[in-house]
């Protein structure tokens, strides 16, 4: 576990993984408006919104900007440290290997996601990265927080996608 306690706000922690996986739905749509796969991704310590951000691989022809991960950067430019010992990250979909990499790396002790990644599941569903016994850090996860708002979401996306491309 990690070396500092997650400092929580007074919320009970359902309203709380609900209050920030909002803030983090309102990435996704932003990232929908923008033509980009509908993925936020908030990073927040105690009651503080750190960074916010969403999916902009086409934009930024680069695959690795998803949304935790350019959150992840924001975050730690903004708490000064890449270490986020204290922090919790929110995001919309299960994170892919990459960004359980480093969300690992950042030292994150806490993840909270929405949908489960069917394609690329890292969390819980295809691979459990976080359950390796042997990685100097450990990482709480918590997931289907607003779920079905979150993969109703992606659904829409890509349907619309697929009914542009006929």
Known sequence: MCARPIELCPLPPSERYEHWMRVALEQARAAALAGE?????????????????????????????HAEVLALRAAARAYGDWRLEDCALFVTLEPCPMCAGAILLARVPLVVYGAPNLKFGAVTTHIELFAYPRWNHSVQHVGGILAEECGELLRNFFVERRRHEE
């Open 37 to 65: 796969v509908p993925v936020g991704a908030v990073v927040v310590r105690g009651e503080e919104l750190l960074a916010q951000a969403h999916e902009r691989k086409i934009e930024l022809s680069d695959p690795t900007a």
